[in-house]
């Protein structure tokens, strides 16, 4: 395993320069070069996800677990996938800041490995449950709308 404070310094280089590089004027509001990059439209954000993916790197690196490193992947994923859409996305960059939640979840992940591992499970499993029932819905609704299709002419 590498030694946690100079990966985790390191990644903190990255993940300042990517989403709080600098501030705009007479606002607390802070950007880096992810913003930057991603107003490239797909190259830009695709880039910034390459980069960013150094988060992931580190976790690996550092030996978090499975669900820790997923919930980074998640993270990366989000922002990446997001932050692609023209003008919105790069909003949703400044806001999201992917690379700095990464960074905050492996340094709670170093201090308290337990609690951060289980509360990445929660989530994943609060995430499944979310879509399970999505598509539950969904499916329900596709038979009732079959079913009335169907048999509304009777």
Same mark, same amino acid.
């Given at each position: 395993?590498?030694?946690?404070?100079?990966? @985790?310094?390191?990644?903190?280089?990255?993940?300042?320069?990517?989403?709080?590089?600098?501030?705009?004027?007479?606002?607390?509001?802070?950007?880096?070069?992810?913003?930057?990059?991603?107003? %490239?439209?797909?190259?830009?954000?695709?880039?910034?996800?390459?980069?960013?993916?150094?988060?992931?790197?580190?976790?690996?690196?550092?030996?978090?677990?499975?669900?820790?490193?997923?919930?980074? @992947?998640?993270?990366?994923?989000?922002?990446?996938? %997001?932050?692609?859409?023209?003008?919105?996305?790069?909003?949703?960059?400044?806001?999201?800041?992917?690379?700095?939640?990464? @960074?905050?979840?492996?340094?709670?992940?170093?201090?308290?490995?337990?609690?951060?591992?289980?509360?990445?499970?929660?989530?994943?499993?609060? @995430?499944?449950?979310?879509?399970?029932?999505?598509?539950?819905?969904?499916?329900?609704?596709?038979?009732?709308?079959?079913?009335?299709?169907?048999?509304?002419?009777?």
């Amino acid at each position: 395993m590498a030694e946690p404070a100079r990966e @985790l310094e390191r990644f903190r280089v990255v993940a300042t320069a990517l989403d709080a590089r600098w501030r705009l004027p007479g606002t607390p509001i802070r950007f880096g070069w992810d913003a930057v990059v991603g107003l %490239v439209p797909g190259l830009g954000d695709a880039l910034a996800g390459l980069v960013g993916s150094y988060g992931l790197y580190v976790g690996w690196r550092l030996g978090a677990p499975t669900v820790v490193l997923a919930r980074v @992947l998640l993270n990366l994923g989000v922002e990446t996938l %997001v932050g692609s859409v023209p003008i919105a996305g790069d909003l949703f960059d400044i806001a999201f800041r992917g690379n700095l939640r990464n @960074l905050a979840l492996l340094d709670r992940w170093v201090a308290r490995p337990h609690e951060t591992a289980r509360r990445s499970r929660w989530l994943f499993i609060g @995430l499944f449950a979310g879509m399970l029932g999505i598509l539950l819905a969904a499916l329900s609704f596709a038979i009732w709308l079959l079913k009335l299709l169907l048999f509304s002419g009777r």
